[in-house]
């Protein structure tokens, strides 16, 4: 199975801040990957598929690049209401699996 | 809108079965691979199991693979998951949500989900 690594697994952070997430690949993916955020109690959302497209809705202040094994998401300026837990996720194979996850916490 | 609703979690011990339907409404079902996904307490996520949109191609993680069983219904715009031999690990919300994009062949990436359901085994 393909595994995803996330890093870091924890981030401390300002409002106003530009902050980068990775999802490292152990093998090679194409673009077939996806970021989801995640609130306390609640269900994830899309936020960016196939490496480097924004889902409907989602600001303009997220973005996501990359291909094969190494994968970015970045946010541009962070709001409030980005303080949540992030994920990767890859279609390439059988077995979908998501990364552990980033926690993104208030400095 | 578009909306799924999972039911059917509870309680149940080790050993045991348990059904967890998701009842979709607001979009074409017959149209859109389903999934499965389960987040273990204070865990991340964890994929368990897909079905195309027209039932023809199911895949499950191995962590489930010959114990849990996706189907749907598309007369009755629902999806379900059949749960045997129930572990302590498969404690979780459990989570259905929705392809992308329709007809797929493969597992599209999840745009909607629903609020999920909790199991959880123990004696």
């Known amino acids: 199975d393909i595994q995803l690594t996330q890093s870091p697994s924890f981030l401390s952070a300002s409002v106003g801040d530009r902050v980068t997430i990775t999802c490292r690949a152990s093998q090679g993916i194409s673009s077939y990957l996806a970021w989801y955020q995640q609130k306390p109690g609640k269900a994830p959302k899309l936020l960016i598929y196939a490496a480097s497209t924004l889902q409907s809705g989602v600001p303009s202040r997220f973005s996501g690049s990359g291909s094969g094994t190494e994968f970015t998401l970045t946010i541009s300026s962070l709001q409030p209401e980005d303080f949540a837990t992030y994920y990767c996720?890859?279609?390439?194979?059988?077995?979908?699996?998501f990364g552990q996850g980033t926690k993104l916490e208030i400095k | 809108q578009v909306q799924l609703v999972e039911s059917g979690g509870g309680v149940v011990q080790p050993g045991g079965s348990l059904r967890l339907s998701c009842a979709a409404s607001g979009f074409t079902f017959s149209s859109y691979g389903m999934h499965w996904v389960r987040q273990a307490p204070g865990k991340g996520l964890e994929w368990v199991a897909f079905i195309r949109y027209d039932g023809s191609n199911k895949y499950y993680a191995d962590s489930v693979k010959g114990r849990f069983t996706i189907s749907r219904d598309n007369s009755k715009n629902t999806l379900y998951l059949q749960m045997n031999s129930l572990r302590a690990e498969d404690t979780a919300v459990y989570y259905c949500?929705?392809?992308?994009?329709?007809?797929?062949?493969?597992?599209?990436?999840?745009?909607?989900w629903g609020k999920g359901t909790t199991v959880t085994v123990s004696s």
């Open positions: 949500a929705k392809d992308r994009s329709n007809y797929g062949d493969y597992a599209d990436y999840m745009d909607v």
């Open positions: 996720q890859q279609l390439n194979s059988y077995s979908y699996t």
